[in-house]
């Protein structure tokens, strides 16, 4: 995905790369393939930036989330919502890929320079209407590609009905929030 060919996330608003509405069509593959879209936290939609794509064009990673990572989503997430007197709309994770990507939320630990993963809480009845692309990328210049677009990958992780975690992997690659043996050979943090 996309089914058209599209040079990557640096051109991500152009109509050919299907703009927010790609992770819509993502979602749909994976219930189509009888993914359950209510076990939160288990799946994720994943591209990488221009520095960390494998492939010469935009293509989105569709399938289960990798077990390492999922506890620093679930207790950020835990942690965001139990913010008083408003939850928190963002936390930071940090990971480390030893023989398995493992990933950690600490609450006295929410500078980027401390971290692997910026999450961002949004919400909405789909994924395209919290703008995962914007959110990450901001709107693109067509002149240039952006720092964000050239060295942090992103994804999009549903925690509860409606919900959706924006993830922003700071110079990180997709295929770390992957459990199978390829993708963990092509992750970097």
């Known amino acids: 995905m996309p089914n058209k060919p599209c040079r990557g996330v640096e051109v991500w608003q152009d109509a050919f790369c299907g703009d927010e509405q790609t992770w819509d069509a993502a979602l749909a593959l994976y219930t189509a393939n009888k993914g359950d ?19 010469h064009q ?4 569709v399938g289960l989330i990798t077990s390492g990572v999922k506890p ?5 997430y ?8 408003n939850p928190a709309t ?11 990507v493992q990933c950690t939320f600490d609450a006295s630990k929410q500078m980027a320079t401390q971290n ?18 914007n959110t990450v990328y901001g709107p693109i210049a067509p002149t240039a ?15 509860a ?7 922003q992997l700071l110079n990180g690659a997709a295929e770390c929030l992957l459990p199978d043996a390829e993708s963990f050979g092509n992750c970097s943090l």
Request: aromatic share 10%; hydrophobic share 45%.
């Open 145 to 159: 590609p952006n720092d964000a677009t050239k060295f942090n990958s992103m994804a999009v992780v549903a925690p």
């Open 90 to 100: 963002s936390f930071l994770i940090a990971c480390t890929k030893g023989t398995a």
């Open 78 to 85: 835990k942690w965001a919502k139990a913010q008083k007197p």
């Open 116 to 133: 692997t993963i910026r999450v961002t809480i949004k919400s909405g009845a789909a994924p395209s209407a919290v703008q995962p692309f």
């Open 161 to 167: 009905a409606n919900e959706w975690l924006v993830l």
């Open 58 to 61: 935009l293509h989105m990673h």
């Open 72 to 76: 620093g989503l679930a207790d950020g």
């Open 37 to 55: 879209p209510t076990k939160y936290f288990d799946y994720v939609f994943a591209v990488n930036s221009m520095r960390k794509r494998t492939q």
